[in-house]
């Protein structure tokens, strides 16, 4: 089954850019999408299709993705970016999640 | 506004089985694929499967073959999700998300508030 590797953890100080990756074989050739998930509540659509935002969301929020590895990068981050991040990609009509990434900021 | 509303907190003893519902409101039901993801306490999401809200199909993951049920009822506006024979290792959280794209598959910009489903002797 495909697979979408995230890393744990994720350190950012207030203002600067963090950046969290997610890898998979082929991934450049699927879309990906970037969910955001607070504790207690239930996730949020920040980039699909790659690199496009949902209305609402940020646009300090932005994605890309190539070979085998998409990033999700949030510029000028701020507290309330603080969350746990999981890529999604589509594999023969089966969604699969990444195992997500702590963000944190400070 | 567009929303989707689950169904409340269950206990449910190892062996028996769950019914959750998911009320859709704010948009037309049977233009958008209804998806079904769960939580496991402290862990990542996990795709369950998913129904065409416009004509009943469903696909469902290898995970659950044959213990998970998806259905809708159009008239209620509402998508159903069952799992039976229920395991310790079923207690998590499970969402209803409704798919961005309508049956082309983009991504979920709707979810319920998640339904908290607990498997306890």
């Known amino acids: 089954s495909y697979e979408l590797t995230q890393p744990p953890s994720v350190s950012v100080s207030p203002g600067q850019t963090a950046s969290i990756t997610c890898s998979g074989d082929?991934?450049?050739?699927?879309?990906s999408c970037w969910y955001q998930q607070k504790p207690g509540q239930s996730p949020v659509l920040v980039i699909y299709q790659d690199t496009k935002r949902p209305s609402g969301i940020s646009e300090r929020f932005s994605g890309s993705n190539s070979g085998n590895t998409a990033t999700l990068t949030i510029s000028e981050t701020q507290t309330m970016d603080e969350a746990d991040y999981y890529c999604q990609a589509w594999d023969s009509s089966t969604a699969v999640f990444g195992l997500g990434t702590k963000l944190t900021v400070l | 506004q567009v929303q989707l509303v689950q169904s409340g907190t269950e206990v449910k003893k190892p062996g028996a089985s769950v019914k959750v519902s998911c009320k859709a409101s704010g948009y037309t039901f049977t233009n958008y694929a209804m998806f079904w993801v769960r939580q496991a306490p402290g862990q990542s999401l996990e795709w369950m499967g998913w129904i065409n809200t416009a004509n009943g199909n469903t696909k469902y993951s290898r995970n659950f073959q044959g213990r998970v049920t998806i259905t809708r009822d159009t008239s209620a506006t509402t998508s159903y999700m069952e799992v039976s024979s229920l395991t310790s290792e079923d207690t998590a959280v499970y969402y209803c998300?409704?798919?961005?794209?309508?049956?082309?598959?983009?991504?979920?910009?709707?979810w319920g508030q998640g339904t908290m489903v607990t498997v306890s002797s």
């Open positions: 082929k991934l450049g050739e699927k879309y």
């Open positions: 998300a409704r798919n961005l794209g309508g049956s082309t598959l983009i991504g979920f910009d709707i």
